[in-house]
């Protein structure tokens, strides 16, 4: 199934008197519930360009080669307010994680810049995100920007193949696409592959929510469109409502007060 056709459905002449009550289009919520999966954009609700400004200083990840990363641990207040909770390490399991340079491993990163944290537009995207989801106050929230940039031929999963993120509720946001061959986005009904639900090339704005829990995703290799030129690709991903019991114990450990997943 190709997933070409998005359906936005906003309409920008009656803005509701809630900004967060039309902030996904009603086939968002009716997607996921159908299928488990959702296809929608953000770029008509946010500073796209501003946003990408902050990829030019992330810093190289310590444990991938060839990518750059930030991240912050977010959480809800009792007010609807975002939050910084602070700093926690991530930690994926080996049955979320195929990748030996991260799973079962303590893994820490510089958080996300203070400016962009405190940006309207980026609080209600997680304030609308978390809505979306039914997050509730003192819920962690992971949200990073990563990505790759350079030349030649790069695995953007770095060997995590079809997988799972580890939680019930994970989106991705591309955030740049530049000189890019590849890079498309791939889901399955199981780790294995034998069934693909989707395929599709998500642009700069675009955004592919998930039920982590029941659908596996995985990004083709990417590559330079134009061999004189290098590629850059960057993406957002925010997910909650974690179901790795490693990633839940650290996060007991940091942040005490934490309401968690208990299955």
């Known amino acids: 199934m190709k997933l070409d056709t998005l359906k936005y459905g906003f309409d920008h002449t009656t803005m509701p008197v809630d900004p967060l009550a039309g902030y996904w289009a009603p086939e968002v919520q009716a997607d996921l519930i159908r299928q488990d999966w959702a296809l929608s954009e953000v770029r008509s609700r946010l ?88 997050i509730q106050p003192d819920e962690p929230i992971l949200m990073q920007i990563t990505g790759q940039r350079g030349e030649g031929h790069i695995d953007p999963l770095q060997g995590q193949g079809i997988h799972a993120d580890g939680c019930q509720a994970l989106s991705i946001l591309v955030l740049e696409r530049r000189n890019v061959l590849g890079a498309d986005s791939r889901l399955y009904a199981d780790k294995t592959g034998s069934r693909e639900l989707g395929v599709a090339t998500l642009a700069p704005g675009d955004i592919l929510h998930l039920r982590d829990d029941r659908v596996f995703h995985s990004v083709d290799p990417l590559a330079q469109l134009d061999p004189a030129a290098p590629f850059e690709r960057f993406i957002i991903i925010i997910n909650s409502r974690f179901v790795d019991d490693f990633q839940n114990r650290i996060l007991r450990r940091h942040f005490p007060q934490a309401v968690l997943y208990r299955g």
């Open 47 to 134: 500073d796209l360009a501003a946003w990408q400004g902050f990829t030019a200083d992330l810093p190289r990840d310590p444990y991938v080669n060839r990518r750059w990363k930030r991240m912050s641990w977010l959480a809800l207040d009792d007010a609807g307010g975002v939050q910084e909770l602070g700093p926690c390490p991530m930690a994926q399991g080996g049955a979320f994680n195929d990748a030996e340079s991260m799973a079962d491993r303590l893994r820490y990163y510089e958080p996300l810049a203070p400016a962009f944290l405190e940006r309207a537009d980026v609080k209600a995207f997680v304030r609308a995100w978390a809505r979306l989801w039914d």
